[in-house]
């Protein structure tokens, strides 16, 4: 059923979204009108999503909106996603980042229109969301040499770089300085320790070969995807990266890999730099993942694209 009254929470600083606001709202509301949607198109600070997503959620809980949408990039989305999971209440999603990836898996579209088309087709379905220690993550989470890439990149960024850029510039430094992490992980019965450059977690399966390296084929699998690199100098982990980037990773030299409902990392370290869909947070240790099933509603195309 096409939602008539929706809020929209658009990240004034996200992606293509920044500097173009005027343009960006008379876009979205003429395409909201088309489709005869009440839209009240809410423009927010970064820091200011999650109270917006609160305030949203509460009117759609006394019924007076029957769906809320978000527009920015993976990040942003995360935010609102943190708030909507569990609730039930339908979200829409209108890509403005600069990758999108959890709109590509789900085959949102990415233009305004076309997004918003999708909304007012009135198509959920529930898919899944990864947690640790109580913060969700829609892609996925990762600890040693991605979280510190994030920080440089976003101080590069500060200084006026484009976000590819900026993000090569801080690979080829964290490669330089290359912190390597001792962990144990453990996970349905088991426990290892580990010496790695990086931990990865997805919500679901990730595709790590061919030319869909970095996809999923589907967010409802009710499965976290742990990867652990085995290299472990500055060389291999280089060539580890472009093959990433060729899409010619090899599982059973490159990668150890298992799907799993939980999983928890130890270390040392009282805190540990975590990244979440492209943004940090300093987490106690030790980090306690699961996979929360079919937690999220999301409007998406009734047919794959």
């Not at 009440?38 to 999650?50: I, M, V």
């Not at 070969?209 to 009710?222: E, N, W």
């Not at 940090?280 to 980090?287: D, Y």
Request: proline share 4%.
């Amino acid at each position: 059923m096409t939602p008539k009254r929706i809020t929209v929470l658009i990240n004034a600083a996200s992606g293509s979204v920044s500097g173009k606001d005027d343009a960006r709202r008379e876009e979205m509301s003429a395409a909201f009108a088309k489709h005869g949607i009440s839209a009240d198109l809410q423009f927010l600070p970064g820091d200011g999503l999650s109270a917006g997503a609160e305030a949203a959620l509460g009117k759609a809980r006394e019924g007076e909106l029957d769906a809320i949408a978000v527009s920015g990039g993976d990040g942003t989305i995360r935010t609102v996603a943190d708030t909507l999971a569990g609730s039930g209440v339908p979200l829409g999603i209108i890509p403005g980042g600069t990758f999108n990836h959890f709109a590509k898996d789900l085959n949102i579209p990415l233009s305004i229109d076309a997004a918003v088309a999708v909304i007012a087709g009135g198509n959920s379905r529930a898919v899944d969301v990864g947690e640790a220690n109580g913060k969700i993550f829609i892609n996925n989470s990762s600890v040693g040499l991605y979280p510190y890439m994030v920080i440089d990149r976003e101080r590069r960024r500060k200084r006026g770089l484009p976000k590819l850029l900026a993000m090569a510039g801080a690979f080829v430094r964290a490669i330089r300085n290359f912190p390597v992490r001792r962990l144990s992980i453990s996970a349905e019965g088991w426990t290892e320790r580990v010496r790695s450059p990086c931990v990865f977690v997805g919500n679901n399966e990730y595709r790590i070969a061919g030319r869909a390296t970095g996809t999923r084929d589907r967010l409802d699998g009710g499965q976290l995807y742990l990867l652990v690199a085995k290299r472990q100098n500055r060389a291999s982990l280089s060539v580890l990266a472009a093959r990433a980037v060729l899409g010619i990773l090899d599982q059973s030299r490159d990668l150890r890999a298992a799907s799993l409902a939980s999983i928890e990392i130890g270390s040392r370290r009282r805190k540990l730099l975590v990244a979440f869909d492209g943004e940090v947070e300093a987490m106690q240790t030790p980090l306690h993942y699961r996979i929360r099933p079919k937690a999220l509603r999301v409007f998406v195309p009734a047919t794959p694209a």
